[in-house]
């Protein structure tokens, strides 16, 4: 039998990028905002509702320029901290530290695995008057419920540090109101990596309705130029070139499929786990489905699932196993509490299988993998 790869990424054909990527050909010009990139922006505006985007070289940059973005807009630049959830992708920690500033952990809640509004409150005003931004996430793309980034937004604004949320996974992902993640003042900044569901090798995207952090961003992603060549802001390059705004091109072309035929497997899984304990994230029927998150009942049966699966040639892993507080590069950073939730959850959590074309076959031998294992511990 042929082994189940983790994920098996599909980017856009050559021949559907390339017909958007003639435009640039003929333009003769291939990055600083050509043709593609210009089309770009309108149709993910268009596509999110009606919201201000700046296309960027990978989500990890986009972070870097919209966290610049709001702290210089609110002058919070020389405070030390930023709080953000350990329970994500070591990048989220990253690019607050290359900015210099220290990450603050917080936890994150059981139900949604996002972050604990009651932490964020908490470590706001332990830390009163130290803290640049706050750097939530959108864990593993899917959105909070909307009660919930209110509750964030609203512990913000009383504490007047400014929010960016780190939905690297979730373009296109809704929320339960059926909103849209990404249309919002508060940026939001998503990732176009080959293994994300909006997939083009590397690239990302910055969104906000807020008219002069737009034009900040625009200006930070672009050597910090505000007029001509005048920089009026200490910049970066992270342009998004042609050949990256044709793929992304292509891939909005079919994007609608690609997030049912995710949702249609993460169905399938969640129908045959949930009965043994294995237990989804609450929210995430409007999510995008990187991956087929779950965590197993206990540690006990993750370890099953995980050997299972080596045995069975499936490709079954398990995300965030170590939060970022764990890493070496973070082992310093200062944490506010024991972040509980965020141990547990990195003690049981899986990822399964994951393809725009997985395979009913597949589908069902992961299902038989993971069930085999959990009824033999
Ligand atoms: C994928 C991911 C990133 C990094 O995105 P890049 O485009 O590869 O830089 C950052 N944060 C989270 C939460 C991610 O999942």
């Not at 350990?86 to 900015?99: C, I, P």
């Not at 910049?235 to 994007?255: C, P, Q, R, Y």
Request: proline letters at 6%; charged letters at 20%.
């Amino acid at each position: 039998m042929n082994a189940v790869p983790f994920l098996r990424p599909q980017l856009p054909s050559l021949s559907a990028l390339g017909a958007y990527y003639r435009l640039a050909e003929e333009a003769r010009f291939f990055s600083n905002g050509g043709p593609c990139e210009r089309l770009l922006r309108s149709r993910l505006s268009d596509y999110l509702g009606g919201v201000g985007c700046v296309p960027v070289t990978n989500a990890t940059s986009g972070l870097v320029v919209a966290l610049r973005a709001v702290m210089d807009a609110r002058g919070t630049t020389e405070l030390p901290l930023v709080v953000v959830p350990s329970y994500t992708f070591v990048a989220t920690a990253g690019a607050v530290r290359v900015l210099g500033h220290q990450p603050l952990f917080v936890d994150v809640e059981p139900a949604g695995w996002q972050m604990d509004a009651d932490a964020l409150a908490d470590a706001l005003s332990d830390h009163g008057g130290q803290v640049a931004a706050v750097l939530a996430t959108h864990t593993f793309g899917t959105p909070p419920r909307a009660d919930l980034q209110r509750r964030w937004q609203a512990v913000c604004d009383a504490a007047e540090v400014p929010l960016v949320v780190d939905a690297a996974a979730g373009f296109g992902a809704t929320d339960d109101s059926g909103a849209r993640s990404g249309r919002e003042a508060t940026p939001h900044v998503y990732s176009f990596h080959a293994t994300k569901s909006f997939a083009i090798g590397e690239g990302g995207l910055v969104t906000t309705l807020d008219e002069d952090l737009l034009a900040r961003v625009d200006a930070l992603h672009s050597f910090g130029f505000t007029e001509g060549r005048i920089a009026g802001y200490a910049g970066i390059n992270a342009k998004m070139d042609e050949l990256h705004a044709a793929s992304a091109l292509a891939v909005l072309d079919t994007f609608d499929t690609v997030l049912a035929r995710r949702r249609a497997i993460a169905a399938h899984y969640r129908e045959h786990l949930t009965p043994l304990g294995f237990r989804f994230q609450v929210g995430n029927a409007g999510g995008t489905w990187q991956a087929g998150y779950v965590t197993a009942p206990d540690p006990e049966t993750r370890t099953a699932v995980l050997a299972a699966g080596a045995s069975g040639r499936v490709g079954i892993t398990a995300y965030y196993d170590r939060p970022a507080h764990r890493h070496p590069a973070y082992a310093d950073a200062p944490r506010h509490g024991p972040l509980d939730v965020t141990e547990a959850l990195a003690a049981r959590a899986l990822a399964l299988p994951m393809a725009n074309d997985l395979t009913a076959e597949e589908v069902d031998r992961v299902v038989d993998v993971v069930v085999g294992a959990a009824r033999g511990v």
